[in-house]
């Protein structure tokens, strides 16, 4: 149910307020609030009654759905060409920050994924029932949504009066209005809360034509698991994606549907990712301790945390396990996030020998996670996301080593695969491989997610790095002209003017920060130290409070962090790790005192990557920090930034941010 109550503020006006209040009641899901939402309903509907006595034109809503934020905004007004978004605090006696971000967010969410509301003036409205009269000034941003405007419970007629001058001559259909698609973008914060709460995957994504629907996906695995159960088979999926397409919700959305299909599976989402491993737990964690409490419930933190880590587990816990024990495993579907950034034969023999004091280790990661799936007698499903070109740390094995180890020793296994990975180099480049795939597997049209979702304002962007980092400035230079319009990209020699502008941009609780590569070790003049690890929770979930958040633009996210993650908002800097000269890539790695060149080609391809992730973590626009450099400082100079940035300007285009 969109709204709780809906009617023509004519009717409203006529009708008893116990009436409404009765109608209210019934559509509201948690009962034990009723003495409480019931006094703050009643408080509404006297105060709204008495603003409109005199002028019942319009609509209005109670209790209008914001699904991607699982959350109700208490009142939506249609008058003429003008949509009130109207949040009560009953009681409050200041305009307290939360409450505005509040009203804020909620108007941005209807703007930016509410069809009706794309193009049409949103005005947020808080009212504090007692906080004293406030001196509003109509301001707008761009996009027709309206700054918050500040009202109490005997100015509120004023404060709407003052908005009247923003009138035009046109009328909003509320039916029509109100039944337009609405197309959530969520964050996989979002996505996993929401999942996790029972939500299904087509509530809380969007489905646009000519995106592969996430739906789509989940169909197709869940056939190929149900054939392996029935046929007793082993199989193996893997499901590709652009960057920000929705392999984790999909992995996640998988994971969460067997597990209500069929508990004996055990389906776990389990990713090497420990960055994405801890924000999600500490989200599911926090965000069912704050349901609990909602619902009259005590729920401690740590018995939350329990059920949060049985559905999201870290890559490497599994593993340990299968050292331990030579029994199969009690999950019988298994999820692996990021599985190209599994270990090669060297980096898990080095590490077991280091860490494990197993010295005759002798498989690679992907070869040891099929080897433990395969103790199951009867039938198992591994279901592999994978990124392409985001092999980005030492060791990482990447789609070939999977393919390797199930062509030499488990040739019993049937092979799924997305029809991409033998077209697109970035996935896979091994000849040989491409070959015994299409000799021995099957390929899946669903199994590839081909359209980023991670930003709502434009689904180019990954494409247009891809470009920029290959230098294909024609490509590069016609898609930016194209992204521009929708997707702001800047880049600056500044960093306060980045800092600046995304303070500047940013609204509500949108989430913005501070990123760089793990190599960029030379911009410390600067104050922006990769040196200094980030706790992951508290840099992604925290508020503008908080010095640990990434709100406070003081601790950096690498490529590490923030890989498999998002924010709203990014600056991304830019050091001389990876610089143009004569127009090549150089790639270098900071070490004592001094540059060193990268000759590895694998080395080299983890320092694009990284950069390939960075340039791809922000949904609504980003700024690029490239420093002046300084020739007086041997490990600063100019030519170390100077081509890049000329490059980013005058080749492809790219605004300077002044």
């Not at 149910?1 to 209040?21: C, G, V």
């Not at 105060?47 to 699982?70: S, T």
């Not at 034509?209 to 054939?227: D, M, P, Q, V, Y």
């Not at 996935?427 to 979702?453: F, G, P, Q, R």
Request: overall charge neutral.
């Amino acid at each position: 149910m969109r709204a709780h109550y809906s009617d023509t503020i004519q009717n409203f006006l006529k009708e008893e307020t116990n009436s409404i209040l009765g109608k209210l009641i019934s559509a509201h899901s948690h009962r034990h609030l009723e003495i409480e939402q019931k006094n703050a309903w009643k408080i509404q509907i006297n105060i709204l009654k008495d603003v409109f006595r005199n002028n019942p034109e319009g609509h209005i809503f109670f209790e209008f759905a914001i699904p991607r934020m699982g959350k109700r905004v208490d009142n939506i007004i249609i008058l003429g060409d003008l949509i009130f978004v109207i949040e009560f605090k009953a009681g409050d006696s200041k305009y307290e920050k939360h409450a505005i971000d509040q009203v804020l967010d909620y108007s941005l969410d209807l703007k930016n994924f509410h069809q009706g509301s794309h193009n049409e003036k949103l005005i947020p409205i808080l009212v504090a029932t007692h906080a004293s009269s406030n001196e509003n000034f109509i301001e707008k941003y761009q996009d027709l949504l309206y700054k918050p405007i500040l009202a109490n419970k005997d100015n509120l007629y004023d404060v709407l009066s003052i908005c009247f001058t923003e009138k035009g001559t046109t009328e909003i259909n509320p039916k029509d209005w109100f039944e337009s698609t609405y197309k959530p973008t969520p964050t996989i914060i979002e996505a996993a809360q929401a999942l996790y709460k029972g939500h299904n995957v087509q509530e809380i994504s969007r489905s646009d034509s000519g995106a592969i629907n996430l739906s789509k996906t989940a169909n197709c695995i869940n056939r190929i698991i149900n054939e392996s159960k029935e046929k007793s088979h082993k199989s193996i999926c893997f499901m590709t994606g652009v960057p920000g397409a929705g392999k984790t919700l999909a992995g996640l959305n998988i994971a969460n549907e067997r597990m209500k299909i069929a508990e004996d599976e055990n389906a776990v989402f389990l990713s090497g990712n420990g960055p994405l491993v801890e924000v999600l737990r500490e989200a599911l964690t926090r965000d069912e301790v704050n349901n609990a409490k909602l619902q009259g419930n005590k729920l401690t933190k740590k018995e939350a945390a329990i059920k949060a880590n049985a559905f999201i587990q870290n890559i490497h816990h599994f593993r340990d396990e299968g050292l331990i024990s030579d029994k199969a495993p009690t999950e019988k579907v298994v999820v692996f996030d990021e599985a190209q950034r599994a270990w090669t034969l060297e980096q898990a023999s080095s590490f077991m020998a280091r860490k494990k004091g197993q010295a005759d280790f002798d498989r690679s990661e992907p070869h040891f996670l099929i080897e433990v799936m395969d103790r199951h007698q009867d039938w198992c499903c591994i279901i592999c996301l994978i990124g392409g070109g985001q092999e980005i740390n030492t060791g990482e094995a990447g789609l070939e080593e999977w393919i390797n180890s199930l062509k030499n020793n488990f040739s019993d296994w049937k092979v799924y695969y997305s029809n991409l990975i033998v077209s697109d180099n970035d996935y896979l480049d091994n000849s040989d491989s491409k070959h015994w795939l299409n000799e021995n597997a099957t390929s899946e049209e669903n199994l590839h997610l081909a359209v980023s979702v991670r930003s709502f304002r434009s689904e180019k962007l990954s494409g247009f790095i891809h470009q920029l980092l290959n230098k294909k400035i024609d490509v590069a230079k016609n898609i930016y002209q194209e992204l521009k319009e929708v997707y702001p990209i800047y880049v600056t020699r500044e960093y306060e003017v980045a800092k600046k502008w995304i303070l500047e941009n940013s609204r509500g609780s949108e989430r913005y920060g501070v990123l760089a590569s793990s190599n960029a070790k030379r911009l410390r003049p600067f104050g922006i130290d990769v040196k200094n690890s980030i706790s992951a929770s508290n840099w992604f979930l925290d508020g503008k409070d908080d010095v640990r958040s990434s709100y406070y633009m003081e601790d950096v996210a690498t490529e590490f962090e923030i890989q498999g993650l998002e924010l709203d908002w990014t600056i991304v800097c830019w050091d001389g790790d990876l610089h143009l000269k004569d127009n090549k890539w150089v790639y270098q790695s900071f070490k004592g005192t001094k540059w060193q060149k990268i000759q590895q080609a694998i080395k080299k391809r983890y320092l694009i990557n990284a950069y390939r992730v960075l340039l791809t973590r922000a949904r609504q626009g980003f700024v690029i920090f490239i420093p002046e450099g300084n020739d007086a400082d041997k490990t600063r100079p100019k030519k170390f930034y100077d081509e890049t940035y000329e490059f980013l300007v005058n080749k492809i285009g790219i605004k300077k941010l002044e």
